[in-house]
């Protein structure tokens, strides 16, 4: 069975979330801008797209605007915003689609969340983490 692709948003840093993602049972792809990230969406189909905001300085609704855009059933997941400002926090919240998650993707609880959003294929990388 094949994985599910995820969009990985961040900076260059970001190789360690995309070996925990491949490591969760899906195929990363990591782009380090949001031009870059609309490309890769208007070429390519996700199972979520997930910012990671540490590695990142993005402006998360602006991402979250851009993926609704192009594809409004596509999941959102933001991690990491617990530096944002609670009106963002809010915002995010506010919009479909959109998960906030206080995590990295080591953490169980963003598991969690890629797991209830899309199905992760069985084997021995999936159960990794």
Known sequence: MGRYTVLLVGAQESEAQAD??????????????????????RRE???????????????????????R???????VVV???????D??????????????VESSPRHGRLRGVLDELVRVPEGPDASAL
Do not use: C, W, Y
């Open 45 to 67: 189909r996700f199972a979520a797209v997930l910012l990671d905001r540490r590695h990142a300085s993005l402006d998360p609704v602006e991402l979250v605007l851009n993926v």
């Open 20 to 41: 925990d993602l491949f490591h969760m049972g899906f195929e990363p792809l990591v782009r380090t801008s949001i031009e870059d990230a609309v490309k890769a969406l």
């Open 79 to 85: 991690t990491d915003v617990s530096a944002q400002a």
């Open 87 to 100: 009106e963002t926090r809010r915002v995010l919240r506010d919009l479909p689609g959109t998960h906030v």
């Open 69 to 75: 855009d192009l594809d409004a059933s596509v999941p």
